[in-house]
């Protein structure tokens, strides 16, 4: 059926016009509900997570301030002068009055307003390892066979360098019926002088505070230790408990920011709390944040299906009322094929563009038959144009015997010079005229640049002249053909041409760093201004196409020769001698010596 389908619509205009409409609807609609969806996902996550972190700022600052302030009161009763005097006074086994007496005052003058001021504080323990060890109770009763002594944490005090945050469970607090019960305490330890001191702290006060965190429903929120140990949890029986083995490892080492577990589709978000090193977080379901944009896609579904479904039917009404006059356009050009009969004409109706294509196909039916016999006889003229082209090419050897005459005459009426112009420019025109290669041994082309310097000699003797430094060990290194010469014949132009005054030109070759070919060209000159410099440096990085035509000749030339024969293997530079004046032009070819074949433009050996 879908076989059917598809040819049906391959062979029906009006098929493929529904299709192509439906297929734009379908992908519009599809990007814009994908696009729309996606940012607004974005929009509405980065706002849970703003919200989310202000939340948790402000009660990691209230938990923060519950924290400092237990810190404070602790170390201001470590720090005491009643302490100490206890520490001096409880120095043995046994009690004594001393001891007791100072045991009062610290109770009466510290720790009575402490207690009334923050109720939360259920116990202080002060330890004398020498002596004695006392306890302080509020509203609580620590069973009488608890100790400091047998806490774990003693044995580490020495590494407490601060005063030590201890989350846990405490098993030593009794009830109304003297029964040993289990409460979550958040434990002050710290040693001070030669003494140690403990103080449980409930952990309501701080618990109310993760109890108020309520981003969306079914999100939580939880204080961790670095083992993973639940401090605080808005769920007030998954205090003391351990969280969730891959959301420790998810935020372990991290201190603030977001983590969205795709597993589980929850969104966490975290910060550490300074004072404790802990960390405050709050898990929030990715369910609840996309909920209500779950039912706006939905919704969308459904009404661009519908809207769809109305456009199909309105765009196969339309297809039909255009497509049945071009299904006889169609018929008439059918016709015509079969036939070859130019006089058949297609049916005119209406006065839009299918009517314009009916008229257009009329005429050009009626011009068909003038115009295949127009085309015969501009054959016939193209065939003529080329015989007459051939007939009238000059022979090439007749322009190099001409030169010979030239030279032969200047022999007989002893005048060397213009033997000499006539040689040379009898060599230069047989070197360039050869098309077949475009790469030459350096040898080659400096006797082809000597050719040309010969003639400037002749033309303005004294005025011109020029050095060589070529090792004789690259003569035979490959390069551009009609390199220099273009090169030189620039200096002689904005030198002895431009300013009537001598010019030095010096060709140099050398092999570089790189293993290239280098090659310069420089002169005395005034060298080339700014403007000069801007455009030819335009040029190549153009490639020299930029101003380059198939008439082009000179430095634009070279530019694009250098470009489409070497590519990136090939550069050229051009600049002015700061120290001794003039212009300098150097080229970088790749290194070939004459034993690899040069190829012409077409890639056939040479």
Not at 240 to 269: F, N, P, T
Not at 406 to 421: E, F, H, K, Q, Y
Not at 488 to 513: L, W
Request: proline share 2%; hydrophobic share 40%; with cysteine.
């Amino acid at each position: 059926m879908l076989a059917a389908i598809t040819k049906k619509v391959k062979q029906s205009l009006k098929w493929k016009l529904v299709a192509m409409i439906a297929a734009i609807l379908v992908f519009t609609v599809s990007a814009i509900g994908y696009v729309g969806y996606n940012q607004t996902m974005r929009s509405v996550g980065k706002d849970i997570d703003r919200l989310s972190k202000q939340i948790l700022t402000q009660a990691n600052m209230n938990l923060d301030r519950y924290y400092t302030e237990y810190e404070m009161i602790f170390l201001l009763l470590g720090s005491s002068l009643e302490y100490r005097e206890w520490l001096h006074a409880s120095g043995s086994q046994s009690l004594t009055s001393l001891s007791v007496r100072y045991y009062e005052r610290i109770k009466e003058n510290y720790l009575n307003r402490v207690f009334l001021q923050y109720p939360e504080v259920m116990s202080v323990s002060m330890y004398n390892p020498r002596g004695l060890e006392q306890h302080f109770t509020n509203a609580a009763i620590l069973s009488s066979d608890y100790s400091i002594r047998s806490e774990a944490f003693l044995g580490e005090s020495g590494r407490y360098d601060k005063v030590k945050f201890i989350p846990r469970t405490a098993d030593y607090y009794m009830d109304r019926s003297n029964q040993k019960v289990e409460k979550p305490v958040l434990t002050l330890f710290k040693r001070f002088y030669d003494g140690y001191l403990r103080m449980d702290i409930s952990l309501t006060p701080s618990q109310n505070v993760m109890d108020r965190i309520n981003i969306v429903d079914s999100s939580a929120a939880a204080v961790i230790d670095g083992s993973g140990t639940i401090i605080h949890h808005s769920e007030s029986g998954e205090v003391m408990q351990r969280m969730d083995e891959r959301v420790v490892k998810l935020l372990a080492g991290k201190q603030q920011g977001s983590i969205y577990d795709s597993d589980r589709q929850e969104l966490i978000v975290y910060q550490s709390i300074a004072r404790t090193g802990w960390q405050i977080l709050a898990i929030i379901p990715y369910e609840k944040i996309a909920g209500s944009l779950y039912h706006v896609r939905n919704t969308t579904i459904v009404i661009s299906v519908a809207a769809l479904i109305v456009s199909v039917f309105l765009t196969y009404w339309a297809a039909a009322s255009v497509v049945r006059r071009i299904a006889k356009l169609r018929q008439a050009m059918f016709m015509t094929q079969v036939k070859n009969d130019f006089s058949l004409r297609a049916q005119v109706e209406g006065t839009d563009e299918v009517t314009d294509l009916s008229v257009s196909f009329n005429k050009l039916l009626g011009h068909l038959a003038q115009s295949v016999h127009d085309l015969a006889e501009t054959r016939v003229q193209r065939h003529k144009a080329s015989i007459s082209a051939l007939q009238s090419q000059i022979n090439s050897h007749f322009l190099y015997n001409t030169l010979e005459t030239i030279n032969s005459m200047a022999l007989i009426s002893r005048n060397p010079d213009i033997g000499t112009v006539a040689v040379s420019l009898s060599h230069m025109l047989r070197y360039t005229s050869n098309y077949k290669e475009w790469e030459v041994a350096l040898a080659d082309e400096i006797r082809h640049a000597e050719d040309y310097l010969g003639i400037m000699k002749v033309r303005f003797g004294d005025e011109v002249t020029y050095g060589l430094d070529v090792p004789p060990d690259l003569l035979q290194a490959r390069c551009s053909k009609a390199l220099l010469q273009p090169l030189i014949e620039n200096c002689i132009k904005h030198t002895r041409e431009t300013t009537a005054e001598a010019v030095s030109i010096r060709v140099a070759a050398e092999i570089i760093e790189t293993g290239k070919l280098k090659l310069s060209v420089r002169d005395n000159g005034a060298g080339f201004t700014e403007q000069a410099l801007a455009q030819l440096r335009g040029e190549i990085r153009g490639g020299g196409a930029q101003a380059y035509s198939l008439t082009g000749v000179g430095l634009s030339n070279l530019i694009y020769r250098l470009h489409m024969f070497y590519g990136e293997e090939a550069d050229i530079s051009f600049r002015n001698d700061g120290q001794a004046g003039g212009a300098v032009v150097e080229v970088v070819l790749p290194l070939r010596d004459d034993n690899m074949s040069a190829k012409g433009e077409d890639g056939t050996d040479a």
